[in-house]
């Protein structure tokens, strides 16, 4: 059974720095992405990760603040988020691609195949 199960989630002031964790089981992906969902918005990308690490990419809103990486052993991902503002509150999730994706089609939420339950964020300002 493959299984994607976030953690590090929390309640904190702006300025402040989380690490979340995604935790997979069941299978290794090729590429790894973590996701936002802020009340009464769409989904939208945070960043991802190629398998070897060598390729990231990231949201525009999150670039210099936000850092994505991963330990293939542990077949875990990480998210790295400093500098935390409000516009970050939102339910985070961890999603895995079976396939490659790149600069073209990394973004998109039907190029992920397996997803987590997802993680609270919430920055206070």
């Known amino acids: 059974q493959v299984q994607l199960a976030e953690s590090g989630g929390g309640l904190l002031q702006a300025g402040g720095s989380l690490r979340l964790t995604c935790a997979a089981s069941?299978?290794?992906?090729?590429?790894m992405g973590w996701f936002r969902q802020a009340p009464g918005k769409e989904r939208e990308i945070v960043a991802a990760?190629?398998?070897?690490?060598?390729?990231?990419y990231y949201a525009d809103s999150v670039k210099g603040r936000f850092t994505i990486s991963r330990d293939n052993a542990k077949n875990t991902v990480y998210l790295e988020m400093n500098s935390l503002e409000p516009e970050d509150t939102a339910v985070y999730y961890c999603?895995?691609?079976?396939?490659?994706?790149?600069?073209?089609?990394?973004?998109?939420?039907?190029?992920?195949?397996?997803w987590g339950q997802g993680t609270q964020v919430t920055v206070s300002s």
């Open positions: 069941g299978r290794t992906f090729s590429t």
């Open positions: 990760i190629g398998y070897s690490g060598g390729r990231t």
């Open positions: 999603a895995g691609s079976l396939g490659t994706l790149y600069s073209g089609n990394y973004y998109q939420t039907r190029n992920y195949d397996y």
